[in-house]
């Protein structure tokens, strides 16, 4: 369907299109490089962003233990 639509963008719609086909066109192979086999860190950062959220909840844990344990509950381990 990419193709099509990059054919109808390339010879059917205003030139803005065309060059966006164009570029397309030529990036093709890396970007279906990137898209089947590109790993990312979205777990870790989604971890990240838990443990930040439960600091600013708490205005910061005394101990660090505390902290740690609401950690794992928060994100599911079973304890």
Do not use: D
Not at 8 to 14: D, F, L, R, S
Not at 19 to 32: D, H, V
Not at 40 to 68: C, D, P, S, V, W
């Amino acid at each position: 369907k990419l193709k099509e639509m990059m054919k109808i963008m390339k010879y059917e719609a205003p030139t803005e299109f065309g060059k966006l086909a164009e570029t397309i066109s030529e990036w093709f192979a890396p970007i279906i490089r990137m898209w089947r086999f590109t790993k990312n860190n979205g777990i870790t950062e989604g971890f990240h962003r838990k443990m930040k959220l439960i600091q600013r909840r708490a205005y910061g844990y005394r101990n660090f233990e505390n902290y740690r344990l609401r950690v794992l509950v928060e994100c599911g381990v079973n304890l």
